[in-house]
């Protein structure tokens, strides 16, 4: 992980209640950059408690600004002010080094190699307030409250397709546009090439994506088209583009 490394001091919480827990993994924002998105993530570990040890640990050399534990608990391990290691390799709306500009928060939770477990009530209930307080006091706007995996597709598949996104975004934190599945019409996927596929790839270039445009549904398509059902079409995360999954994405796109 790059960066500067800088020693962990004990500090006030951005958040009024966190706890506090400090982490050494963090540098400065790079470029002037100020927090303009969120990226929620899973911790994929056993325990809350087991990732905050981790996370807190100097040889990890990750970390995140926030954790919230499985009972609700949250604890703040990197000042929102700077530059946390929660994110890696990423790229969105062409920009990297996305923990510069971003704050990254860490949800207690096995995830898929544990079969992806519910996200329980009090934790959600924690995470929304946290978040909906983030992106007020940043001015972050819905449409950049994202998922780890909207950033690294391919890389990372967190927070996962049973994260409730669509409760969040009718709470007040995040963007998420609820459908009915729409039948008939042709769906797109490996092997296609032409102009829809190159309509599909500029729509999810054009939300945030890093996708070629190239008109052939490649590997990478598939993956990217995959990500965004996880966030905004759970039920259903195969990769391939069918009627509901473009209209959700026009839909996003224009509201």
């Known amino acids: ?50 990732a905050q040890d981790w996370l807190c640990a100097p040889q990890s050399e990750v970390s995140s600004h926030y954790l919230v ?34 704050i990254g928060v860490e949800i207690a939770n096995a995830g898929h190699p544990k079969g992806l477990p519910e996200f329980p009530e009090v934790q959600v ?11 007020r006091r940043h001015d972050i706007p819905p449409k950049r409250v994202l998922a780890h995996s909207d950033i690294a597709p391919g890389r990372k598949v967190d927070p996962g397709e049973r994260f409730p996104w669509q409760r969040l975004a009718e709470a007040g934190l995040g963007h998420f546009v609820a459908m009915a599945a729409v039948s008939g019409g042709h769906v797109l996927g ?6 829809a596929v190159e309509a599909l790839q500029r729509l999810l270039s054009r939300y945030g994506y890093n996708i070629d445009i190239s008109g052939v549904y490649d590997a990478n398509t598939q993956i990217v088209v995959r990500e965004f059902q996880r966030h905004f079409r759970p039920l259903e995360v195969n990769g391939l583009a069918d009627a509901t999954t473009c209209i959700i994405l026009r839909e996003l796109l224009y509201n």
């Open 1 to 50: 992980m790059s960066g500067v490394v800088l020693k962990a001091a004990s500090f006030e919480p951005d958040f009024r209640g966190a706890e506090v827990c400090p982490s050494p993994n963090f540098g400065e924002r790079r470029d002037g950059h100020t927090p303009d998105a969120l990226i929620l993530h899973y911790t994929g570990m056993e325990t809350g408690e087991s």
């Open 69 to 102: 534990h499985e009972d609700g608990r949250i604890v703040q391990m990197v000042r929102e002010s700077d530059r946390a290691w929660h994110a890696g390799r990423g790229t969105w709306q062409g920009r990297d080094d996305v923990n510069s500009w971003s």
């Open 125 to 135: 209930q924690a995470v929304l307030k946290l978040g909906r307080d983030i992106c």
């Open 190 to 195: 490996p092997e296609d090439e032409g102009p």
